[in-house]
């Protein structure tokens, strides 16, 4: 199909939706956002409509995003001279990782003050640039949250560990160590609790001779949410970000705050999934309720938790509408069918549709849920689940913008991935910058646990460095990202082939394809409030389902796999139009539909 003709399939299509009268979305074109739901708005198809359940998410991890002052780090001055870029992409709203001071042990999440702009990135007056740049251009910022842990440099935590019966003592969790004579401290750690960062969770500190609990780095000392002061403290702060103008927040590891009563050690078999253990504590539900009641009541805003060890079933619990705690989490089941534990492994189609078939039994119209494949924490999405070959990238990494923009639930899509980068290619433990592959290289490779060769092979699948290399954005030197010669993380160096500038100027480019994809979801209610229902669950190679709202039914047909395929549609389907396809094609009402190598069709039938 020409280019053309999909274009004018896409007008038909916005005419068509919009004249029924169903759409909410909030087109490209308006000029005021839409106000909020409210309960006197009609159901659709049993859901309650609302800006953020018909938003597109785009993530920007802004060290890597853009360089604007030439120092080898993206900053806030960088990303609002990509505004246009990012609104041309057709998004609604940014989730922006965090720009907070922090002396970076985690790339920002280590916050030193929650209320200060990292020197790196800017200032305040940058924050409040870039923020009235979004609102120009009618999309919304959401901000991340990160109040599990701080930084061991905030100012409350350089007060609690002075000394035992400092005011701020209890803002952290300490506990008196178990002796033992032949430690060199003299202790062994309270409990068997591992860090997510390898070794204890737990970290002495000579000082007041106790240890502090760190579920990530030493450097990241979790709060202690039972104590109603740190409670307040982070209201405020969220306070502090809304009145200036955000629009919510993603919550980093949020069901990580309530701690299990007492810290008794873990059993064996919880050791092996320990998140799943922090997850859940018994204040959990409470400390997010009263949150919602002190802070999110009283603004129109998005909140979407990283649900680190919740379970499907576990979900309607934070997300269900009666709760009054999250509009949506991120579940990993999806994301993370690829790997066991931090064992990368192969998957297969089955086992991933039958995911998403179980978050349409488990969630229903009072739940709402997200839809993702990528993030800074994972390995590029055509790398990880497309093919990144040359032959196969491009229609590869279409297929999975049509899927990720035609699922159940609101898409949130990662800086780069609709250019289709892809993973990087690692030499060695020194090309690495994060600190989950240097302390795992540690733990496993120099205590002989694992080889060099296959440490660094199964990082080359999984690390999240591979997403957080810079933006590709043009053919010139450090791929226009920086105009200094050393950015902080190498420049993949298929940066001439794959780039913004070149796939601006080339219409049939993965991003004008994201781009189409977005504005269909936008025209399209069906996309948004349909049901959803896998057609083939059992195929190992094509991923077949509906989404339907009343009349409006689209089919969503996708080659999994590089090879060419016949495939009768099952149960008689008959489609009634191409509403647009990822290879050209015009192939409409027949029985069989012959496929080729990841092509992705979406029809109306
Ligand atoms: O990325 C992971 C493993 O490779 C996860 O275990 C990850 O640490 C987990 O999903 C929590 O992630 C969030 O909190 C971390 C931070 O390092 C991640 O970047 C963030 O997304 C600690 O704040």
Do not use: C
Not at 121 to 143: C, P, T, V, W, Y
Not at 234 to 257: A, E, H, N, Q, S
Request: hydrophobic residues 35%.
């Amino acid at each position: 199909m020409g280019l053309r003709r999909k274009f004018f399939i896409f007008g038909v299509q916005s005419i068509l939706t919009l004249a029924i009268g169903l759409s909410t979305a909030w087109s490209q074109s308006t000029a005021t956002p839409p106000k909020p739901a409210t309960s006197q708005d009609a159901l659709i198809n049993g859901y309650r409509p609302a800006w953020w359940k018909e938003a597109v998410v785009y993530q920007i991890y802004p060290r890597s995003f853009k360089d604007f002052d030439g120092d080898g780090i993206g900053d806030l001055k960088g990303i609002t001279s990509k505004l246009d870029y990012i609104k041309g992409l057709g998004v609604d709203v940014i989730w922006l990782s965090p720009h907070f001071d922090s002396p970076n042990a985690d790339n920002g999440y280590d916050i030193r003050d929650y209320r200060k702009v990292m020197t790196e990135f800017g200032n305040m007056s940058d924050f409040d640039e870039m923020l009235a740049g979004i609102k120009q251009r009618h999309m919304r910022l959401i901000i991340d949250l990160v109040v599990n842990h701080t930084s061991d440099e905030h100012k409350w935590f350089v007060e609690s560990r002075s000394s035992k019966d400092n005011p701020y003592r209890d803002y952290y969790i300490w506990k008196d160590g178990k002796p033992n004579p032949r430690s060199p401290t003299g202790f062994d750690p309270p409990n068997n609790y591992p860090s997510f960062f390898f070794g204890s969770a737990w970290q002495f500190d000579p000082a007041t001779k106790q240890y502090y609990l760190h579920y990530f780095a030493a450097k990241q000392p979790d709060l202690n949410w039972d104590n109603p002061k740190v409670r307040k403290e982070v209201f405020d702060l969220m306070t502090f970000w809304l009145d200036k103008g955000v629009d919510g927040f993603r919550m980093d590891v949020i069901p990580l705050i309530s701690k299990r009563a007492g810290l008794p050690d873990l059993t064996p078999a919880e050791l092996k999934n320990a998140g799943d253990v922090y997850a859940n504590g018994p204040h959990m539900h409470e400390y997010l309720q009263e949150m919602n009641r002190n802070v999110m009541a009283k603004y129109d805003v998005m909140t979407v938790g990283e649900a680190l060890g919740i379970s499907l079933e576990q979900t309607p619990l934070i997300v269900g509408e009666s709760r009054n705690e999250l509009n949506m989490i991120f579940n990993f089941d999806a994301v993370r069918i690829n790997r066991d534990g931090k064992q990368w492994i192969s998957w297969t189609l089955p086992d991933f549709k039958a995911i998403y078939a179980r978050h349409a039994v488990e969630l229903d119209q009072h739940s709402w849920d997200t839809v993702f494949l990528s993030n800074h924490d994972n390995p590029r999405l055509v790398s990880s689940f497309g093919d990144d070959s040359p032959t196969y990238r491009v229609p590869s990494a279409k297929l999975l913008a049509t899927m990720i923009l035609t699922l159940r639930g609101t898409p949130f899509l990662y800086q780069g991935d609709e250019l289709g980068m892809t993973n990087y290619p690692f030499k060695s433990i020194s090309d690495f910058d994060d600190i989950e592959a240097k302390n795992g290289y540690k733990a496993d490779v120099l205590t002989k646990k694992v080889t060099e060769e296959a440490y660094l092979d199964n990082l080359r699948h999984m690390s999240r460095d591979n997403a957080r290399t810079p933006m590709q954005w043009d053919s010139t030197s450090q791929a226009g990202f920086t105009s200094g010669n050393k950015p902080w993380l190498a420049v993949n160096p298929n940066y001439t082939e794959i780039n913004a500038a070149k796939e601006l100027t080339d219409a049939s480019s993965i991003y004008h394809y994201t781009q189409k994809m977005i504005a269909l979801r936008h025209a399209t209610p069906a996309l948004v409030y349909g049901s959803y229902k896998d057609i083939d669950p059992t195929n190992s190679n094509i991923f077949i389902y509906s989404r339907t709202l009343g009349n409006d039914r689209y089919l969503i047909v996708l080659n999994f796999s590089k090879e060419s395929r016949a495939y009768t549609l099952p149960g008689g389907l008959k489609p009634t139009a191409l509403v647009t396809s990822n290879l050209a094609t015009s192939e409409v009402g027949a029985a069989t539909i012959n496929l080729r190598g990841w092509e992705a069709r979406v029809y109306k039938y």
